[in-house]
């Protein structure tokens, strides 16, 4: 069951990137004559493919709306399951383990609505903060999952390779993982955004 999970979830997310990908080469071929950043007819790159189905489907009643009604599905879908996921961890891990008497099935669907209003709240907060990063929200989100994602995968593979490390050395290297990755990527955050370093661009 969990080895099929894991061939349906990598089928899945290897046809996303692929459509991503197509979906980039379809729009350099439409605008490799006349750039939109250019000329300013869209202000961010990520504003690029709003306009491609403008002006490609603008003339087909209702396929913009189609569109915008799949980014908003597709955003709220992501944004449910993260929630729930998120409130099951809290849960679980923070809640749980220093409670002397466990939940009801009832106090714990209840803790768990409220959890997920609380967390909700707290993203729609962060579209102010969002708004404000503009442009450099991509670099932060991807140095971010770098600081995460490297002690995890080391971890993991720690696991699969040394098998007779025990938890204790695996929760010190953890810890000095993230302590390492998270220096070096939010140093390089912080010189990006005081004009240290200075990413190249077209534009």
């Given at each position: 069951m969990h080895f099929r999970a894991l061939w349906c979830f990598m089928?899945?997310?290897?046809?996303?990137?692929?459509?991503c990908g197509y979906s980039g080469m379809v729009i350099y071929a439409w605008y490799h004559e006349c750039d939109p950043l250019t000329t300013k007819l869209a202000r961010a790159k990520d504003q690029l493919l709003p306009l491609l189905v403008m002006?490609?489907?603008?003339?087909?009643?209702?396929?913009?709306?189609?569109?915008?009604?799949?980014?908003f599905s597709a955003a709220?879908?992501?944004l449910?399951?993260?929630?729930?996921?998120?409130a099951?961890?809290?849960?679980?891990?923070?809640?749980?383990?220093?409670?002397k008497t466990p939940f009801?099935?009832?106090?714990?669907?209840?803790?768990?609505?409220?959890?997920?209003?609380?967390?909700?709240?707290?993203?729609?907060?962060?579209?102010?903060?969002?708004?404000?990063?503009?442009?450099?929200?991509?670099?932060?989100?991807i140095s971010l999952g770098a600081i995460t994602n490297g002690p995890s995968f080391g971890i993991?593979?720690?696991?699969?390779?040394?098998?007779?490390?025990n938890g204790k050395g695996a929760l010190i290297g953890g810890i000095a993982g993230l302590s390492f990755m998270g220096w070096l990527?939010?140093?390089?955050?912080?010189?990006?955004?005081s004009g240290k370093i200075k990413l190249i661009s077209k534009y």
């Open positions: 089928i899945g997310v290897t046809t996303l990137i692929i459509i002006n490609v489907l603008g003339n087909f009643p209702g396929l913009p709306g189609l569109f915008v009604a799949g980014v709220l879908s992501s449910s399951t993260g929630l729930n996921s998120m099951a961890v809290v849960l679980e891990d923070f809640v749980k383990p220093f409670m009801t099935p009832r106090g714990a669907d209840i803790f768990m609505k409220l959890t997920v209003v609380i967390l909700g709240i707290i993203c729609v907060a962060l579209v102010f903060v969002v708004e404000q990063a503009g442009t450099h929200l991509l670099q932060l989100s993991f593979n720690m696991g699969i390779l040394l098998p007779w490390i990527g939010l140093s390089a955050e912080a010189a990006i955004t």
